[in-house]
């Protein structure tokens, strides 16, 4: 979308408003019109020129009074408006507008194709995306960008470090996720702004980053509506690189500028519309997207073990019901894929021939194309616009067609007889390609270079013989790629799912079902006010109380399975994963094994919603630095050459534990403690455990990398990991052993919208503590507080010193206990820091519904949210967590060091 | 907000014209928009919240919802003469950046709900910076008496998050 193009929206934007006002007697206003359609006129290309042109006769013709019915023609106006609004704004094409008969341009012109289809789509979505990946990360977007902007604007006035921490963590992010669903263009910009943004401050860049903002809402919108795509993203690019003194483009960033031009064929077919009838259309989406969420999982086992006959059968079995479906609905696109995907399974469960390397891409492919093409079907019937195109269909077909007739790639039959432990060399020559002596000689050549690493020789041969001209680099690529596969280990892949019993699900808006599960909450609390009032316990009969106790045993009966109906298993979020750690390691040439265990375990499911994200994180940041990219580093280390990333989920107390485990480096505790101090987030000398110079990881811009790639090494992964994961009231634990690997324990709550709480008193008011924070519960002596130089006191419990709040005073509240030896000290401790919190009295143990207080007042310190008591009241419950940050690491130094003057 | 007398033009005050729920602050009347107002409930327990401003009584538990309530007296920086039985809760929802909101206004007395037409309108009286009446969109006239039309939008967002937030910060600070 150029300027010019935008300049014209807004003029027919003004028409559109002018001609709401305008009058047929108004001649001035006409006249106006009049120059406004003449204008748009000249500035446009054939449909949208041809119709403001005789949008303009039409007005010359009112005015000069020459129609019959002046109202009707102004209607007319409006319609033809409404057309070019259509065509110049949202990109549609000339038969998607309706167009009064009068304006229509005349039949030349249609034939001709628009001008929009001639513009090429710059951004477009390149390679594979999950249709489900891709929903979600556009239904954030908008808050995204709005956090952007409202950033930016902040920063532009102040530098405020906080902020400029949270806009890079946003642009960090944004970064991730485009390169995970292919939007190259948009991972691109991001990683140029991140850079400049590190490197010049943000006040003189504030416009280019608004521009980027705005172009980036225009993309987003653009992929929401499968409307036209804006202008590509290189001036951005241009500018921002320019800011920064050294141009970061990188060889990969030019491979996925090709990747974009390819894929931007614009679609040349007629648009077609749904046909069949619309409860079996809505039903085959359904269908269609269960099975093709089973034939991703299907197919990865088969990515490990391409024998496996029931693996291979699910998927088989997936295309073949879409087949069915597809062509009793007149879906001729689904149907043709499905069949040719059909055809490669079916010969491949006949072992006709092996889903491996580029046979197994296709048939991903395949999926995926489905997913959209599903995903189109379902568009079009809620939104009734014509069913939308997918330019890569007709190659994708080809290749399937190819790769049933087993042709894909010539050598692809070769790869998989390679034996393990081949060298490149010995491959290629086993294959013909080169001779042994020319091998002999080009390794020759090599060691006369010099003396390098066993792997980078082998590489290094491959290339020495493209050098040479002895050989293509094509197939040095396919040797190679032989060889990979031959080095990977068998099938380890544990999915349990393969034979699992199919259980029957009901769908069930989500709304209702919250809905549900509130009226459960206030159900219980009225059934406890009803059974503990004062008139009903004085003078109720036995058979009343018998009653009343039935009555609680339902109620809590009822109140579990509603919490349960919100549990769902991890099993979705663990297999974009698996899919991730398959993309990443294939981008950064690793040979990485990835399993997952208790993906049934069940969670809320706002919990799991949000929890991808830090996993995201956690699984780039174990691939691209965790597993070493030297396999023989790995050897000599006495680990398998492929490295391993594990995830893992299981229950343990009250909460849920997820996992995520690589065998790599592990953590170079030197390392980051050595910048921890050059960033002055530690002091020299000082002693930290192991524990806290892990945690150090989590600070905002902190990195030991010394490279920014384009995955990670930027330090505001981990950031957004511990920003997520403390949303979910969850902690991130480390665990890290310098050459064996790291483990990241994330403890999660059960449910957000239940927590065990301790009510307490404080003066009138009652507070809830989180159980899980409480550690005990002491009544204070008076030679264990001390008061510091009169602000502060400490308690001492067991030799140890920790800070003493007052509740009443840190909430002023009135008439609570002064004299704490008449307290209560109630111990609280979160991420290992204890804190004594001073309290009137216990009143109790219960497990409460948590609310939000809503936006007005979200972010009060020291409040972590509301919930419904026993008797219909709110009770506020006290942010553990923040309130121990209020004691910073220093404020505590300088208590104990005036303590121990004394 | 600073009240923008160009602003209020005829056809802005036109735009005025509707239903209203008066009630009464001391003796002064104010009206409501009624399409803002989702219900009218008696006073019950308020929870106070800490580190809010004073104009925030606290919160309650409408029907297993948490929402806000604030005291209208205090905001609109009048005296609070302490709670009397037809002391009362105003439910407004209101659709501010984006989303609806829900909030409590506690008012002295909710009297009846008028049609107010634009004939009836009159621009807001322009008082300097001494008196606060950016969220009074304008004058109603009804028989004898004059009732001070408010923009729930506008109580809303000078009540806004922003000075919870800043509050807070200082008691930090």
Redesign the interface.
């Known amino acids: 979308m150029t300027v010019v193009d935008e300049l014209l929206i807004k003029q027919v934007e003004t028409i559109a408003e002018e001609l709401v006002l305008a009058d047929p007697g108004d001649l001035q206003g006409l006249a106006n019109l009049h120059t406004i359609f003449q204008e748009i006129e000249q500035k446009t290309s054939a449909h949208a020129a041809a119709i403001a042109k005789n949008c303009a006769a039409l007005v010359e013709r009112i005015i000069l009074a020459e129609v019959p019915d002046s109202k009707i023609a102004m209607e007319t106006l409006g319609k033809g408006v409404a057309a070019l609004q259509g065509i110049l704004r949202d990109g549609r094409a000339l038969h998607e507008v309706d167009i009064p008969e009068e304006l229509r341009p005349s039949e030349a012109l249609d034939q001709s194709p628009t001008e929009k289809s001639q513009v090429s789509k710059a951004v477009t979505l390149s390679g594979v995306v999950d249709e489900k990946i891709l929903s979600d990360f556009l239904a954030r977007q908008p808050a995204v960008l709005e956090d952007m902007e409202r950033l930016l604007l902040e920063l532009e006035n102040s530098d405020v470090p906080s902020s400029k921490a949270e806009l890079r963590r946003i642009i960090h992010t944004l970064k991730g996720e485009s390169g995970l669903i292919g939007l190259p263009e948009v991972e691109r910009l991001c990683h140029t702004a991140e850079d400049a943004i590190d490197k010049v401050p943000i006040k003189e860049i504030t416009d280019i980053l608004l521009e980027m903002k705005d172009w980036l809402g225009r993309v987003f919108h653009a992929l929401s509506t499968q409307g036209e795509m804006p202008e590509s993203a290189d001036n951005l690019i241009q500018r921002l690189g320019g800011l920064t003194s050294s141009d970061k483009t990188s060889s990969k960033d030019s491979e996925k500028t090709e990747e974009v031009s390819e894929a931007t064929q614009p679609s040349q077919s007629e648009p077609k519309y749904l046909t069949a009838d619309k409860d079996l259309l809505a039903e085959f989406v359904t269908e269609a997207q269960e099975h093709l969420q089973n034939a991703d999982v299907q197919l990865l086992t088969v990515e490990t073990d391409s024998k496996n006959q029931e693996a291979l059968n699910a998927v088989f079995r997936a295309f073949h019901t879409i087949k069915g479906v597809a062509g009793f609905l007149d879906l001729p696109d689904i149907q043709s894929l499905a069949h040719e995907a059909e055809n490669l399974l079916d010969r491949a469960r006949k072992n006709e021939l092996e889903l491996v390397g580029p046979y197994m891409d296709v048939t991903f492919e395949s999926v995926d194309m489905m997913k959209r093409l599903v995903a189109h079907v379902a568009h079009s019937l809620s939104t009734g616009e014509p069913l939308g195109q997918e330019n890569n269909l007709p190659d994708l077909m080809k290749r399937l067609h190819q790769a049933v007739q087993g042709q894909l790639v010539a050598e692809a039959r070769s790869i998989a007889a390679v034996a393990p432990g081949k060298r490149i060399g010995e491959i290629l020559a086993e294959q013909g390609k080169v001779s042994q002596q020319e091998i002999a000689e080009a390794l020759e050549k090599q060691s006369a270079m010099g003396p390098n690493g066993e792997l980078e020789q082998r590489f290094k041969l491959g290339e020495m013989l493209v050098r040479e001209g002895k050989v293509s680099a094509q197939v040095v690529a396919e040797g190679l790629r032989a060889q990979k596969q031959s080095q990977q280990g068998p099938a380890e892949m544990r999915n349990q799912s393969v034979s699992t019993e199919v259980k029957e699900p009901v769908r069930v808006d989500a709304d209702r079902l919250d809905r549900l599960v509130?009226?459960i909450?206030?159900l219980v609390i009225a059934e406890s006010m009803v059974s503990q009032s004062p008139e009903l316990t004085a003078n109720a009969s036995n058979q009343l109380l018998r009653h009343l106790s039935q009555l609680d045993k339902i109620t809590r009966e009822l109140q579990e399975i509603g919490m349960s109906l919100r549990m769902v298993a991890v099993r979705a979020t663990f297999q974009k994963m698996a899919r991730l750690v398959r993309d990443l390691s294939r981008k950064a040439n690793k040979n990485v094994r990835f399993e997952m265990y208790g993906e049934d375990t069940e969670l809320d499911k706002s919990v799991v919603d949000k929890i991808g994200d830090p996993l995201v994180h956690m699984i780039r940041n174990a691939v691209d630095h965790g597993i070493e990219s030297d396999p023989a580093e790995r050897i000599a280390a006495g680990k398998s050459e492929a490295g391993l990333v594990v995830l893992r989920a299981y229950h343990s107390g009250g909460s849920i534990c997820i996992e995520v485990q690589d065998d790599g480096r592990g953590l170079d505790k030197e390392a980051i403690l050595r910048k921890g101090i050059e960033r002055g987030l530690v002091r020299e000398g000082e002693n930290l455990t192991e524990r806290e110079i892990f945690n150090l990881i989590f600070e905002p811009g902190f990195s030991t990398a010394k490279q920014i790639t384009d995955v990670s090494g930027r330090g505001v992964g981990m950031d957004v990991v511990r920003k997520n994961i403390e949303a979910l009231r969850g902690q991130v634990e480390i665990h890290s052993e310098k050459g064996k690997g790291t483990l990241f324990n994330i403890r999660l709550p059960l449910t957000l919208a239940i927590i065990d709480g301790m009510v307490v008193r404080a003066g009138a008011?009652r507070y809830i503590l989180p159980t899980l924070s409480v550690v005990r519960a002491i009544r204070p002596k008076k030679e264990e507080i001390f008061t510091v130089v009169n602000k502060g006191e400490m308690l001492s419990i067991q030799g140890r010193l920790i800070p003493l709040f007052r509740l009443d005073r840190?909430?002023?509240?009135q008439g609570a206990v002064q004299d704490a030896t008449q307290a209560l000290a109630v111990i609280v401790e979160d991420d290992g820091r204890q804190a004594g919190i001073l309290v009137d009295e216990l009143l109790g143990q219960q497990q409460t519904?948590i609310?939000?207080?809503?936006?007005?007042?979200?972010?009060?310190?020291?409040?972590s949210g509301?919930a419904?008591m026993s008797d219909?009241?709110?009770?506020?419950i006290v942010d553990v967590a923040g309130l121990l940050r209020?004691t910073n690491v220093s404020e505590n130094a300088e208590h104990i060091s005036s303590l121990t003057g004394n | 907000m600073p009240p923008n007398e160009s602003s209020v033009s005829e056809r802005v005050l036109s735009a005025l014209e509707g239903q209203y729920l008066s009630f009464t602050l001391g003796s002064e009347v104010f009206g409501l928009p009624i399409l803002s107002v989702q219900e009218i409930i008696g006073l019950?327990?308020v929870?106070?919240?800490?580190?809010?401003p004073d104009y925030?009584r606290?919160?309650?538990?409408l029907?297993?919802?948490?929402?806000?309530v604030i005291d209208l007296r205090l905001k609109f920086g009048m005296k609070n003469e302490g709670d009397t039985p037809r002391t009362c809760i105003i439910v407004v929802q209101v659709k501010y950046d984006s989303?609806t909101?829900?909030?409590g206004f506690i008012v002295d007395e909710v009297s009846e709900v008028l049609e107010i037409g634009a004939e009836q309108i009159e621009p807001p009286p322009a008082f300097g910076d001494a008196v606060a009446v950016e969220f009074i969109v304008g004058m109603g006239k009804v028989g004898q008496k004059v009732i001070m039309l408010l923009d729930v939008a506008r109580i809303?967002s000078a009540?806004?998050?922003a000075e919870?937030?800043q509050l807070?910060k200082e008691?930090?600070a």
Request: cysteine-free.
């Open positions: 509130d009226l909450g206030e008011e840190l909430f002023s509240v519904v609310k939000s207080l809503g936006d007005a007042m979200r972010g009060i310190m020291g409040i509301g419904i219909g009241t709110v009770g506020l209020l | 019950m327990p929870t106070r919240v800490p580190r809010t925030v606290g919160v309650i538990n029907r297993g919802k948490v929402i806000p989303q909101i829900v909030m809303l009540t806004e998050l919870t937030r807070s008691a930090m």
